[in-house]
């Protein structure tokens, strides 16, 4: 690869690329995780407790692996974090609000409380199209752009969907500790699909730019014949 088109690749990378983003969302997660810890210790949670803590370990151990460029520690980290998610999401989801019947409690607090369900609904389904197609990304061995970018687009509309949970949260009028936890776990999640967009980018960027390497290979050695 020429210098000339090595200046080119690089003036076109994402910002995801960036390792300032990369170090900053490490930082974000590790810091709301913290504060989240000593939050959810006052509610009682063990699992959320338990989340949090997967959260930290995740935050700092990503943050080796892409200094260390080792990219199979990253992504089980990463794919371990996502599960963590969904399976929050589909007890909120499936098991509270749906079994318990407990989305009462919330129709009760008016448009807020509709809002909150629908999207806590709606997060749930993204989270599991953002962690099935992360493997597909990941575990292929050739660069997929396709993936790549449909993976961004569940993220961007589940940033959304964050925003309206955030929203919907400060006026549901629960207890002040509860609303705290919640909007907590919101933000370390945006943070977490940040550097699920950054890792799937390096992935992506290294398995494109391996395929260019080999092809110029293959031209040297025709070259040489």
Known sequence: MTDDKITTKNSRESIFLSEHLMTAACIFVAVTSIISLF???????????????VKLVTAVGMYLAFRHYN???AKGLMGGVLFCLMYREAYLVLARLWAEEDFDTYLVVGVSG?????????????TIIITVNHFFINYAKHGNPENVIFNRMAIIFKFAVYVVLLSAN???????????????????DMAILLLVVNIESQF???????QELLAAKRERRRAGR
């Open 204 to 210: 992506d960027s290294f398995k494109v730019l391996r």
């Open 170 to 188: 400060a006026f549901l009028g629960f207890d002040p500790v509860i609303l705290w936890k919640n909007a907590l776990q919101y933000l370390n």
């Open 114 to 126: 509709s809002l909150y369900l629908a999207a806590a609904g709606m997060s749930f389904l993204m």
């Open 39 to 53: 939050v959810i210790r006052m509610d009682g949670d063990a699992f959320e407790l338990f989340e949090a803590l």
């Open 71 to 73: 990219w199979d520690v």
